[in-house]
Nanobody, 123 residues
Framework: QVQLVESGGGLVQAGGSLRLSCAASGLIFGSYAMGWFRQAPGKEREFVAVISWNGHNTYYANSVKGRFTISRDNAKNTVYLQMNSLKPEDTAVYYC????????????????WGQGTQVTVSS
């Protein structure tokens, strides 16, 4: 059974930084691309970033490009999201997920999800 557990969320002022972690178990972690998504109240879940199985390729939403960095440590079965220069519009629940279709930005192509971690950015 695949389990994804996010951590590292919290309350931060605009311009600050947070680092999210997602610990995976129950899967051959190094075989899958992994993604981060977010969902704000009243909005649809949206793509944030994805990283290839070996960490060599990454892809970001335009809204976070240059501010967020996705990385992974396959020895630790963990994927990270470093978030810098945070803005109030980054406030959301952040989810990590396992891709079933490689470097996808579509939530429908992810088949396992964590429970999410809340990120709140105050102005």
């Amino acid at each position: 059974q695949v389990q994804l557990v996010e951590s590292g969320g919290g309350l931060v002022q605009a311009g600050g930084s947070l680092r999210l972690s997602c610990a995976a178990s129950g899967l051959i972690f190094g075989s899958y691309a992994m993604g981060w998504f977010r969902q704000a109240p009243g909005k649809e879940r949206e793509f944030v970033a994805v990283i290839s199985w070996n960490g060599h390729n990454t892809y970001y939403a335009n809204s976070v490009k240059g501010r967020f960095t996705i990385s992974r440590d396959n020895a630790k079965n963990t994927v990270y999201l470093q978030m810098n220069s945070l803005k109030p519009e980054d406030t959301a629940v952040y989810y990590c997920a396992r891709s079933s279709r490689g470097m996808s930005n579509s939530p429908s192509e992810y088949d396992s999800w964590g429970q999410g971690t809340q990120v709140t950015v105050s102005s």
